[in-house]
């Protein structure tokens, strides 16, 4: 089993929001000050005791400061959208990709019935952002230039940092903009919207226009997003890796859309070495000067299929990491955990992680092999 961070998902406790008075209150405190109080010390304790990566980017005085500073900011007027965006700032602040925080689906599903969303799918692209779609008078491919009197680049940064990326990264950051996710980002932002000002510059006139687009729902968003221009572009990548040499420039082309091929056991990890090798094998065999190993998109997946790339690409031997600890064997706050590993996730803690030291449960150098290049 491979742990490099302590995935920790975080789910606000389920509210009901099904009466009239709560469908229109959503801006309002839905939890009393001293109930947002009591979870903000739950999540101050999760993070502080199961993730072992709190403090890999930032200090300890610098997180904690954040914390006090975070909970002293909420009063009896916070509304649910500031709690959530008061945790989400501890979050993305700490930095990992593996941290998430989200509203309940009873919450979701009331939200989404309301027109309160912005309409348009963007596409973010040399640091500006471009309408995906020909939206009632905007052509597509028009520049986005503001959004209510805010320029498009402190737009972009705004609700990018709704996104959380590993450490200081913010190309991750960006490249979500341009998914399904846009509309909820800049809802968490600005809150609810009955409509947007924007200016853009034409695509075919080059003259910079403005307009006012209604807000629309969710499900209309969604619409507008499965007839995105560039749709067919990004899903081109239907298979999870291929090959093909460039023969006008002498190169090859290896695209790796994901590493979720299965464990080294599984049919799909020994085709995926089998064609690894015919590749690697084809560039010597060709003697071919240049290869472009393209994996952009790729979320990750399963050991060791990362590892077995890399080994075709170095000249030296490798480990996958040089030190990998979790601060835990048996899981704190079982009571809040979701996963439905609660049971055998201890037991393989317990074997791989097995070196304890510091405080911390270092992992076992068995479980972290010498790799030799290939």
């Not at 640091?127 to 320029?151: A, C, H, Q, R, W």
């Not at 968490?188 to 947007?196: I, K, P, V, Y």
């Not at 077995?308 to 079982?334: C, D, G, H, M, V």
Request: proline share 3%; net charge negative.
């Amino acid at each position: 089993m491979k742990i490099q961070l302590f995935l920790l998902s975080i789910l606000f406790c389920i509210i009901s929001c099904e009466s009239p008075t709560e469908k229109a209150a959503l801006e309002k405190p839905l939890l009393s000050k001293e109930e947002m109080l009591e979870d903000f010390d739950i999540f101050q304790s999760i993070f502080e005791r199961a993730n072992a990566g709190l403090y890999k980017y930032r200090s300890k005085s610098a997180v904690d400061s954040l914390f006090s500073i975070s909970k002293k900011s909420i009063n009896e007027s916070t509304s649910y959208r500031d709690f959530f965006n008061i945790l989400w700032e501890v979050i993305d602040y700490t930095g990992s990709c593996h941290n998430g925080l989200a509203y309940p689906d009873s919450l979701d599903s009331v939200l989404n019935e309301k027109s309160i969303f912005f309409p348009i799918p963007l596409k973010y692209l040399n640091d500006k952002l471009y309408i995906n779609l020909s939206y009632e008078s905007i052509p597509v491919g028009s520049e986005l230039l503001t959004v209510n009197d805010m320029e498009a680049n402190k737009f972009a940064t705004f609700i990018a940092s709704y996104i959380s990326t590993d450490g200081f990264n913010t190309t991750g950051k960006y490249a979500n903009i341009e998914s399904d996710w846009l509309p909820f980002y800049v809802y968490l932002a600005w809150g609810e919207q009955e409509a947007f000002h924007l200016t853009y510059k034409n695509y075919n006139t080059n003259e910079i226009e403005e307009i006012n687009v209604a807000s629309v729902t969710y499900s209309d968003f969604y619409k507008h997003f499965k007839n995105r221009f560039t749709k067919a572009f990004e899903e081109r990548k239907e298979k999870e890796y291929t090959y093909s040499y460039l023969d006008s420039i002498d190169t090859g082309l290896l695209e790796v859309s994901t590493f979720g091929m299965g464990d080294a056991e599984s049919e799909e990890h020994k085709m995926y070495a089998a064609f690894l090798d015919s590749v690697f094998l084809h560039l010597k065999n060709k003697r071919v000067r240049n290869l472009i190993v393209d994996i952009r998109g790729n979320g990750g997946g399963d050991d060791p299929n990362d590892l077995l790339l890399f080994s075709y690409l170095t000249k030296r031997n490798f480990r996958e990491n040089n030190s990998a600890f979790t601060l835990f064997q048996e899981i704190p706050f079982p009571q809040y955990y979701i996963d439905d590993d609660i049971e055998t996730l201890p037991i393989e803690l317990k074997e791989e992680h097995s070196v304890f030291k510091n405080g911390k449960y270092f992992q076992d150098a068995t479980y972290n092999k010498i790799w030799e290049p290939n």
